[in-house]
């Protein structure tokens, strides 16, 4: 099936350093997202990428969906301690609930005040 | 607004026993799914369907069954529950061209 690399496993930052992280596939994906989880919630959802070359801001989070279709990267700037957490990529064929979405395992990341 | 909710929070079985877990969303989504999260894995597709009365099979549905009876709610169930079903349980709802919401999850042991 299907699978997502995404790295690096987990980061430790300090507090004021920029993060980014990606994700490749083998295969093409026409929509990509990223979402984050909290300890003890589910994923939330950060940026969703529908066009091949696009870049998406949402506050200190920038992504982009990469020009091949197979991947995309995450970036944070400035990081602070609520940026702890771990974030997933997902990638989708379609655009349509009858596609399932495709889990990357995880970047667990830890900002040091 | 209380998006997806997903109930129990957490749950103890013991090796053999049955259980149902319950998913309820009132956002009017066709679309809704049952994950499940391992360390290490992300998160794995179990079963998912695409309209009250319909069901698909995922990437890890064995041992799994499940039932759309109502547009809103998605059962999960375990038929005899195995010490290798223990994990972080979410279910997530959509429409199209939107992405998936997520509940807070079931944190479930079998001993």
């Known amino acids: 099936g299907q699978q997502l690399n995404q790295s690096p496993q987990s980061m430790f930052i300090q507090e004021g350093e920029d993060v980014s992280m990606n994700c490749t596939s083998s295969s093409i994906f026409n929509t990509w997202l990223w979402y984050k989880q909290d300890p003890g919630e589910g994923p939330v959802l950060l940026i969703a990428l529908y066009k091949a070359g696009e870049l998406t801001s949402n506050g200190r989070l920038t992504a982009q969906f990469g020009i091949t279709r197979k991947d995309s990267f995450l970036n944070i700037s400035a990081s602070i301690p609520s940026d702890v957490g771990i974030y997933f990529c997902a990638g989708q064929v379609l655009p349509s609930g009858n596609t399932p979405l495709v889990f990357g395992k995880g970047t667990r990341l830890s900002v040091i005040a | 607004n209380a998006g997806v909710t997903q109930t129990p929070k957490f749950r103890v079985l013991k090796t053999g026993q049955s259980m149902t877990l319950l998913c309820a969303q009132d956002m009017n989504h066709e679309y809704m799914y049952w994950y499940r999260q391992d360390p290490g894995m992300g998160l794995r597709l179990i079963h998912y369907?695409?309209?009250?009365?319909?069901?698909a099979k995922g990437e890890v549905p064995d041992g799994y069954n499940v039932s759309r009876l109502k547009k809103q709610n998605f059962l999960l169930g375990l038929e005899s529950a195995a010490p290798s079903q223990t994990s972080v349980y979410f279910c997530?709802?959509?429409?199209?061209?939107?992405?998936?919401?997520f509940g807070d999850g079931t944190r479930l042991s079998i001993l």
């Open positions: 997530a709802s959509t429409t199209d061209n939107q992405p998936q919401h």
């Open positions: 369907s695409v309209g009250e009365g319909t069901t």
